[in-house]
């Protein structure tokens, strides 16, 4: 079995994106999202991982805003990155329109600089969330830049129901959110 890193596996074991891998029985749905931006990787890698640049990427009618943020940076970094064990809570509208608001705690369970981040879900809407950031450095037409890649498994819960709402809400709403961040990022990077 792979060795994990930071904290407990009590905040891993049900959140794994590949859980045969890990010889745990869960069912979980999986989404990933890549994209090229010609942006130096220490740069892109240092605005993903500010929690601050969240509401940057998000769509604007989902309202998100940072109720908490609890930063614990890597040994050694003195820049804003969200190391090992940070906890970042937020409120976001899940539905367009509704003046509902959804709230969610994320964790940092690893980092590696420049290379990748992962954040479960401590308290929210999901049985389980799992989302690796990943990111490499990639040259195309002799510019070079980063592959942002990411990667999430999650259980909706609620079964049946939750694999209703799965399909025909929970997924193409993430494709949605994450097709608004392919469009604004190229932007966002170069201000």
Same mark, same amino acid.
Do not use: C
């Given at each position: 079995? !792979?060795a994990?890193? +930071?904290?407990?596996?009590k905040f891993?074991?049900?959140?794994l994106?590949?859980?045969a891998?890990? =010889?745990?029985?869960?069912? /979980?749905?999986?989404?990933?999202?890549?994209?090229?931006?010609?942006? !130096?990787?220490?740069?892109v890698?240092?605005?993903?991982a500010?929690p601050?640049n969240?509401?940057r990427?998000?769509?604007?009618w989902?309202?998100?805003?940072?109720?908490?943020?609890?930063?614990?940076?890597?040994?050694?970094?003195?820049a804003v990155?969200?190391g090992?064990?940070?906890?970042?809570?937020?409120s976001?509208?899940a /539905?367009p329109?509704l003046?509902l608001?959804?709230?969610?705690?994320?964790? /940092?369970?690893?980092f590696?600089? =420049?290379?990748?981040?992962?954040?479960?879900?401590?308290?929210? !809407?999901? %049985?389980?969330?799992?989302? @690796?950031?990943?990111f490499?450095?990639?040259?195309? =037409? +002799?510019?070079?830049?980063?592959?942002?890649r990411?990667?999430i498994?999650?259980?909706a819960g609620f +079964?049946a129901?939750?694999?209703?709402? %799965? @399909?025909?809400t /929970?997924a !193409?709403?993430? %494709? @949605?959110?994450f097709?608004?961040?392919?469009r604004v990022?190229? +932007?966002?990077?170069?201000?």
């Amino acid at each position: 079995m !792979p060795a994990f890193s +930071g904290l407990s596996q009590k905040f891993l074991w049900k959140t794994l994106p590949f859980a045969a891998e890990y =010889n745990l029985s869960t069912v /979980i749905h999986k989404f990933s999202a890549e994209q090229w931006v010609p942006f !130096p990787l220490p740069d892109v890698f240092r605005f993903f991982a500010d929690p601050r640049n969240l509401p940057r990427i998000m769509p604007a009618w989902m309202d998100i805003k940072l109720e908490r943020l609890d930063v614990v940076p890597p040994p050694g970094l003195t820049a804003v990155f969200a190391g090992i064990g940070s906890e970042l809570e937020a409120s976001y509208r899940a /539905i367009p329109f509704l003046p509902l608001r959804v709230r969610s705690v994320a964790i /940092i369970t690893d980092f590696r600089l =420049n290379q990748y981040f992962e954040d479960v879900q401590g308290k929210g !809407p999901f %049985q389980s969330w799992h989302h @690796r950031h990943e990111f490499a450095e990639e040259t195309r =037409n +002799g510019i070079v830049g980063t592959i942002v890649r990411d990667r999430i498994a999650y259980d909706a819960g609620f +079964g049946a129901v939750g694999s209703w709402g %799965q @399909r025909f809400t /929970i997924a !193409p709403q993430l %494709q @949605r959110t994450f097709d608004h961040r392919q469009r604004v990022l190229p +932007g966002l990077l170069g201000s």
